[in-house]
Every structure is written in C-alpha cells, then in structure tokens.
C-alpha cells in the first residue's frame, strides 16, 4: 500500500536526519574543519541541535498527541523561518548551501508530522484523511515549497527524495480514492519495452477527446521581417551554418526549424494543448508554481507570488475551468490581471512533464561566442538549461538579450517574435542597475508602446521637451532593422547570443526554452 511506504520513507528519512545531525555535533567537539562548516554545522551548532530533537521525537511516534504535535509544528516552523530569513541575505546563486538543506531537511519532517497528525486526526481512516482537499493542499505545498525556494537541496535526500515522496503521496491518493469510488487523476499509462524493462510514454486516448485550450488571439502584430525556416536540417548542417554566417562580424543569424518536435510526447500522446492533461500530471492542479503578476517585469506594479497550478489554469489561463465561469465568445482571461509561469525549471520541479519532451540534438553543438563582447560570454555548461514559459494571451517579455544561445520551443499556442542584432545594442538604451537588481541585458525601450500596439506602461505628465526627446527616439527606433516571426505549436526559434529579442504571447501559450554554449 502506497500509503504506508509513504509513512515509512517519511520514517527513514527523519532518522537518517537525526543520525547525520548527531555525527556532525559529534565531530564538531574535535574541532572547526572546512568541510564541516559547509556541512549543515554552518548554520550553527544550535540550530543543527534543534533539528536533530525533533527528528528524534519523529523516529519516536506513530500517532501523535495534539499538544507533542502543536510544539513539534512550532519548533520545526522556528527553523524553516531562521532558514528563509537568511535566503534574503544573498543572491540565490550565493546561497550557502547548507541553509537551502536546513530548510528542505525541515520540511521533510514537517511533512512527516502533517502526514502523522492527519492521520492521528481521521482515526482509521486514512483514505479520507487523503481526499481532504484542505489537508491534501498542505502536503504537496510543504514539499513544492522546499523545491521552489530552496531547490531542495541535500545529497542524501533533497530532490529526489522530495520527488519520490510525491510519487508515493499520490499512488496513495489514488487508492484512497479508488477504494471510496472517487475519481482519481492518473497519470497518463505508461509501457515498459519487452527487452530492456525501460518505461516509455505510451499512446493513451483518455486525453483524445478532452477539450484543448482556447486557440483565440486578441491581437496579432503583423510580420514585417520574416526569419528563415528550415527543415531536416542536421546537427552537421547547424554546425556548419554557426561556423560559417554571412556575417562573420554579427556571428549566426536566427533560424526557424518547423520538425524539430515533431514526435514529443507533449505534442502528440501527452498533450500539453490539453488542460486536463497538464491537470493529470500536476497533482490535480495541487501543485505549486511561481508566477509573476503584470503584463511584463519592468511595468510598475509588477509582483511575483507562489500559486497553485490548478488556480493557474482556472483564473488566469482558461476562465472555462472556473466552477463560476460564465461563457464569453472569446473564452479570454484578458480582463483579468495577467499571471505568467516565466522562465521556471517546471520540468525539474516536475519530472512527469519532463519525460514528455527531448533535448534537441542541436544543443549538443559547439555554437560560436558572443560576436561583440567576450564578457558576455559564460563557463560552458555541462548540459542545456531548461526553463518554461506558460500564460494567458497578452504576456509579455519585454526586449532583452540572453547570454546563451537559445532554442525556444513552442508547443501549445502561438507567440509574436522580434530580433535585433548585437550590433545595434548600443541604440537598444539597456537599463543600468535598479534598486540593486542589474537590469543591463533589458531594453529600456518598450516596443509594443513604440508601435501603437500597447499603452505606454507608465501614466505620466511629459514636459513638451520630453515629449519631442521621446519621438525622436521613437523615429530613431523604427529605423533600426529587425527580424520578426510568429511561432506556431512545434516550431522552434534558434536565437543566437546577445540578440535582444521581445516575445509577446498571442494566445494561451506554452514554450519551452534551452539554452546551451
């Protein structure tokens, strides 16, 4: 039974945690060693005591009593709130990594004790202890939370012992529902090759006749520039055209390859185009995922939050999910304030989508360095980095430039793109350092506003001076030369390094973005 493994990994881990606490205070009396002050003894003798205490009391219970069980919740909430309090003393990237597992190795027991209290709670009832949605919302949210702010760290549990602990929580929720006639969100089947015992995505027709999302687009730019498009073109070819561009002083142009992507399984048996696929692998929309808020990142009033992915869809993605919702001939969210999944490792923090689609064989080549500024230009990455991009209509990310190559994969809905090249960054007026964040690779120019085609993101009285400063700049833009596109579900757009690029959602959209060098 699911649900008991699940009690039983949840055991495990609070003991070897407990063990790894003690070893490390023990081998603290012999002295200060620069491995073990990167070890969790960084965040201090005392804090590393506490989570060994309550680890020890976890190893201890079965059922727990509601007083053990408030003070364990208090004590285990003292250390994730000590642990977060110093993720805002860093950047992510200089985050020791020992108060990212202090904190993941907290919410491991707090889900344990959840887990135990829960139960303690629904007496025998375990199963519908498992179809409380309140109860069930918790759960997922303590360990999406670990993923998400502390990206899970620890070499003995982190990641992955988050990832299996959902795996077993959900096998659990199934049979509870299976065993009370509820309906179960199922992953998608999977079958096994005869020979190697290997899973593979398997063609499933429950998702077939489910309804897609809405392919309406409120407004499309039109093309003035189009990109070239490319079929079968093989890793030697791309090589070979990186190698050898027209240019040698810009570096390799941006391509369009239409059949990259052709036989995903997002594409084709494990449909993202689907709500109620992407539901399926999300824990019934339990999930939790950060969004930013606002039509683009530099707008004022723009905020980031952490959401369920089920109220991702249902309020800002596809009003037809709502249980309120009232038809509209357009089924667009566009009246509400836009919520955007922007640049997001979704396929680390969830695996199952992530066997849904393939590294491009493009990625694998050797692309040439930053054209114009060798300081742009990166350590080499061991494998290509992944990230998401998933909103309603009328997202937008305004024109800046990456400093990787790129290969942005459009699988459901369709978005607007435009290139500028490196050679002109100089007329792209990039922005200096803002309240501390350096904003250097984003265009201080808004190009949907420059267009006519947005209004500008700030309401503000202009001196007559500034008003003809602005036009000029505004003439002196549209004499800059620029490639543009619409992308399609299964295109994909190679951009190059250093190109500044603006990408306005047209419909509800799904991409998926690789960088690499």
């Not at 309090?85 to 202090?102: A, G, H, I, N, T």
């Not at 889900?111 to 179809?131: D, I, N, P, Y």
């Not at 179960?184 to 999977?190: G, H, I, N, Q, T």
């Not at 992944?386 to 400093?403: M, S, V, Y």
Request: proline fraction near 8%; hydrophobic fraction near 35%.
């Amino acid at each position: 039974m699911a649900y008991r493994q699940l009690l039983e990994f949840c055991q495990d881990a609070a003991h070897q945690i407990q063990q790894e606490c003690d070893e490390l205070l023990l081998a603290a009396d012999s002295g200060p060693s620069p491995q073990r002050q990167q070890s969790l003894l960084g965040c201090g003798p005392a804090l590393v005591s506490l989570l060994s205490r309550q680890a020890l009391v976890l190893t201890r219970l079965e059922l727990p009593d509601p007083s053990t069980a408030d003070l364990l919740t208090r004590r285990l909430e003292d250390i994730l709130s000590i642990s977060y309090s110093k993720f805002y003393c860093f950047l992510f990237k200089d985050l020791p990594v020992y108060w990212r597992q202090m904190y993941t190795d907290a919410s491991i027991l707090k889900f344990h004790l959840m887990l135990l209290r829960a139960t303690s709670e629904a007496g025998s009832g375990q199963g519908a202890m498992l179809l409380d949605e309140t109860v069930l919302a918790e759960l997922v949210k303590t360990l999406d939370l670990a993923l998400i702010l502390a990206g899970a760290a620890g070499e003995q549990r982190g990641r992955v012992w988050v990832g299996k602990a959902l795996d077993l929580l959900h096998d659990a929720w199934a049979e509870a529902q299976s065993e009370t006639g509820e309906n179960a969100v199922r992953p998608a089947k999977r079958a096994k090759l005869a020979e190697t015992g290997d899973e593979l995505s398997a063609p499933d027709d429950m998702f077939s006749s489910a309804a897609s999302f809405s392919t309406f687009q409120p407004f499309t730019p039109p093309v003035a520039n189009p990109i070239p498009c490319r079929r079968a073109m093989s890793v030697e070819d791309f090589q070979t055209y990186m190698d050898s561009p027209k240019d040698s002083t810009l570096g390799p142009e941006p391509l369009i390859f239409t059949d990259l992507v052709e036989e995903w399984p997002a594409m084709t048996t494990n449909p993202w185009c689907k709500p109620s696929y992407l539901l399926s692998r999300t824990f019934g929309g339990h999930r939790l995922v950060p969004v930013e808020i606002g039509r683009s990142y530099v707008d004022e009033g723009w905020g980031q939050k952490i959401i369920t992915f089920g109220t991702l869809l249902r309020d800002y993605i596809d009003l037809s999910l709502s249980p309120d919702h009232v038809a509209q001939n357009d089924e667009s969210p566009a009246s509400k304030q836009i919520a955007y999944l922007a640049q997001h490792p979704l396929l680390t923090q969830l695996p199952a989508l992530r066997n849904d689609i393939l590294v491009p064989d493009l990625c694998y080549t050797s692309p040439p360095p930053h054209p114009t500024d060798s300081s742009k230009d990166q350590p080499e990455v061991d494998e290509p980095m992944l990230n998401a991009w998933f909103g309603p209509p009328g997202t937008i990310t305004p024109l800046h430039n990456d400093p990787y190559h790129n290969l942005l994969v459009q699988v459901v809905g369709c978005k607007y793109v435009r290139l500028y090249s490196p050679l002109h960054t100089e007329q792209m007026q990039a922005r200096g350092k803002e309240d501390g964040v350096e904003m250097g690779n984003t265009s201080s120019l808004d190009v949907g506003a420059l267009e006519g085609w947005d209004r500008p993101a700030e309401d503000r009285q202009t001196s007559p001076d500034e008003q003809a400063s602005e036009e000029m700049t505004r003439k002196a833009f549209k004499d800059v030369p620029y490639v543009d596109c619409i992308l399609n579900p299964g295109d994909t757009l190679y951009i190059p390094i250093g190109w500044w690029h603006y990408v306005r959602g047209l419909s509800v959209s799904f991409s998926v973005s690789f960088w690499w060098n």
